[in-house]
């Protein structure tokens, strides 16, 4: 069953159409669609992070044909083969901040999001503060040695705002509770990634109570699909009017009308669950509530992976059998991974645990870098037996400690 928000008027639908089939790896799937004038959106295939991976070369090609430049952002995958997403260098800021406004020109934006690595969150908060008039400090990720000094200084220039993801947003909040330093006069939270969680709400709305929350939600793909403002809850977004939303079985797609789209966003499944609700900030337009992931990547330390990607990686040091993470306190700002490995007889235990965490953190793209100054949230173990459901004695890929009871294992392994 397919629910749309509003019909796609078939114009539209002809142009998005005749930028996807310039693309040659797309052309034979679509090209009869085209000019057709009875086609609608539901006749279409859904388009899959896989396909769309396969045919970067054609996006990267197509890109540099148009007459506005593009940004190469990465969502994942390892060094090797990362997956990539082409985004016009406007970032579409122009548009979306006709429709959300979080800033004005006498705030101060502290950009905590980390820069560089092609990552998309730092350069996007800096558009929006721009386009604002507002001042911009572009700090980036700080370890907590470093928190207290930095916190300072962004004081004393008299900052208003900050952007980060809920992980770090409460890792900050909880830094100052404990240490009883005074929040700095942040007004206003700006922040996307991730969900806002029930731990970074709490501590929000504990030394926030005023605190105003604004969200962007959407993919390095599909950019920002949809808005989130301080009288929605944290899980409902406004549709931009350039990205048209369908639900099927549950599944979000989306289609982008914007001409400037670089990626061939039509019918793509994002990955996650929802449905059209009324928000209760009282805005005509029905929105977009967002009910969890509907594909098999996790979120850890605030990034996206597959689980195939470290299981790939640890799977192709000799010796290693089979591969199975373990989560503990997923979701949390203290969250670790476990991943635990089964070796061949006589296999060196302690030399495989070093080469595999080795090569997890220096080929799995993103995840070396988010977990580079907090290491034992990443830990390689050797074991005798894999965890396993005890109903179907099936051995999951992914398990959740918290909902198994299983602990973690404690003995130190050489690269702690």
């Known amino acids: 069953m397919t629910v749309v928000a509003s019909g796609l008027p078939s114009v539209v639908l002809q142009d998005v159409l005749s930028r996807v089939v310039a693309i040659p790896e797309l052309r034979p799937t679509y090209e009869r669609f ?39 952002y990465g969502s994942g995958g390892t060094t090797g083969t990362p997956r990539l997403s082409l985004v016009p260098t406007s970032m579409f800021v122009p548009d979306i901040v006709q429709h959300w406004q979080p800033l004005a020109p006498d705030d101060i934006l502290v950009n905590f999001n980390t820069p560089g690595r092609m990552w998309s969150s730092h350069n996007f908060f800096n ?122 079985d549950g599944a979000v797609l989306v289609t982008s009308t914007h001409p400037e789209c670089v990626n061939p966003i039509l019918r793509y499944r994002i990955g996650d669950l929802g449905r059209f609700i009324d928000c209760p900030c009282g805005r005509a337009d029905r929105a977009l509530q967002v009910l969890g992931r509907d594909d098999p990547q996790l979120k850890f330390s605030s990034i996206l992976l597959l689980p195939t990607d470290v299981t790939e990686v640890a799977r192709a ?28 007889p006589h ?3 302690e030399e495989t645990e070093r080469l595999v965490h080795q090569r997890i953190v220096t080929q799995v793209y993103k995840l070396g870098f988010a977990v580079g100054s907090s290491p034992d949230r990443l830990a390689v173990r050797v074991v005798d037996d894999l965890v ?11 398990v959740h400690a918290e909902k198994t009871g299983i602990a973690p294992i404690l003995t130190p392994g050489p690269q702690d």
């Open 34 to 72: 085209l000019s057709d004038p009875a086609v609608v959106l539901a006749d279409l295939p859904v388009l899959t992070k896989e396909t769309l991976a396969d045919v970067l070369e054609g996006v990267v090609a197509q890109a540099r044909t148009r007459p506005h430049g593009a940004y190469v």
């Open 127 to 248: 558009a929006v503060a721009h386009h604002a008039g507002a001042v911009t400090i572009p700090l980036g990720a700080v370890d907590n040695d470093e928190l207290a000094d930095w916190l300072d200084f962004v004081d004393d220039l008299g900052a208003t705002a900050l952007d980060a993801t809920p992980s770090q947003i409460a890792r900050i909040l909880e830094f100052c509770d404990s240490t009883g330093r005074p929040l700095p006069a942040f007004r206003k939270l700006l922040w996307t990634g991730e969900g806002y969680s029930k731990r970074a709400a709490e501590i929000t709305r504990r030394l926030m109570p005023d605190g105003r929350l604004y969200g962007v939600y959407g993919s390095t793909e599909s950019w920002v699909i949809g808005v989130n403002e301080p009288d929605c809850p944290t899980d409902v977004f406004h549709v931009l009017p350039h990205q048209h939303v369908e639900i099927e």
């Open 317 to 344: 040091v000799p010796g290693v059998r089979d591969v199975q993470l373990v989560l503990f306190r997923h979701g949390q700002p203290d969250e670790r991974m476990e991943v635990r490995l089964l070796v061949e």
């Open 347 to 349: 296999t060196s235990r």
């Open 388 to 398: 396993a459901n005890v109903q179907t004695q099936k051995t999951p890929l992914v």
